[in-house]
């Protein structure tokens, strides 16, 4: 099986990495810089699409161990929306585009859904959303 080779478009846009012992770990959230945005409460933008393009390998992950195991020239493109709670965890992650080639794309939607949920943000004052786009080939 080749390599997927991802390609990340983002408005806002994911990482993570395996321990030795086969597991994955999240990297830890850098804290939000006031500089950042306009809006001092709120999380800012270029924090999120930083965080996403960092966890994107989780994305990768699922799409390769569940997207290609099940259809081998799967390939396809998933936006999502994130509602981002005051403390930093992901209150809702919703897929409002996402097109696949074949059969597979329900199987990898549904492993990123749950890695998504499972993102944790740095904390702001406000709640916060914010989409980004991510593609893959095979």
């Known amino acids: 099986m080749t390599k997927p080779k991802p390609a990340v478009q983002a408005s806002e846009t994911a990482s993570l990495r395996r321990t030795s012992a086969g597991s994955i770990e999240k990297p830890a959230a850098p804290a939000a810089s006031s500089a950042e945005s306009t809006d001092a409460t709120k999380l800012a933008s270029s924090t999120v699409a930083n965080l996403v393009k960092q966890w994107q390998s989780q994305l ?28 930093g965890d992901v209150a809702a992650a919703t897929f409002t585009r996402h097109k696949w080639s074949g059969a597979g794309g329900t199987e990898a939607e549904s492993c990123m859904r749950a890695r998504v949920m499972a993102w944790m943000f740095p904390p702001a004052s406000t709640p916060s959303a914010h989409e980004f786009t991510v593609a893959f080939a095979p």
């Open 60 to 87: 990768d992950l699922c799409y390769t161990e569940f997207g290609l195991r099940v259809n081998p020239a799967l390939a396809g493109s998933i936006a999502v929306r994130l509602a981002i709670r005051p403390t």
